[in-house]
């Protein structure tokens, strides 16, 4: 099973800005997505794309915030944090599938990384 490693979790105060960074999927992946994991709640999305970014989609509570991307050249999975909030905290993870119905969905993903922990001070 592929391996994902995410990186550029941090301690940020609110307002600031974060990018995250994911190494290790396939090129036959064309499904990525970045998921979050607050301490006492459920799993939710925060953004996908696959087909090379020719679709990008957002959870509401990002958009216009956040935003994913990926460089090809370098087989990075990026997300770019803006404006963030403390209700932003939590375990960020990247996710990858070979294909996807649906770019927010977690059970169409079968890699994971371990996560990287952003925490928004207010």
């Known amino acids: 099973q592929v391996r994902l490693v995410e990186s550029g979790g941090g301690l940020v105060e609110s307002g600031g800005s974060l990018r995250l960074s994911c190494v290790g999927y396939?090129?036959?992946?064309?499904?990525l997505a970045w998921f979050r994991q607050a301490p006492e709640k459920e799993r939710e999305a925060v953004a996908g794309l696959n087909y090379g970014g020719v679709r990008k989609d957002y959870s509401d509570s990002v958009k216009g915030r956040f935003a994913i991307s990926q460089d090809d050249s370098k087989g990075t999975l990026y997300l770019t944090m803006r404006f963030l909030k403390p209700e932003d905290t939590g375990l960020y993870y990247c996710?990858?599938?070979?294909?996807?119905?649906?770019?927010?969905?977690?059970?169409?993903?079968?890699?994971w990384g371990q996560g990287t922990q952003v925490t928004v001070s207010s």
């Open positions: 996710a990858a599938a070979r294909w996807c119905r649906d770019t927010l969905d977690a059970a169409q993903y079968r890699s």
């Open positions: 396939g090129r036959t992946d064309d499904c």
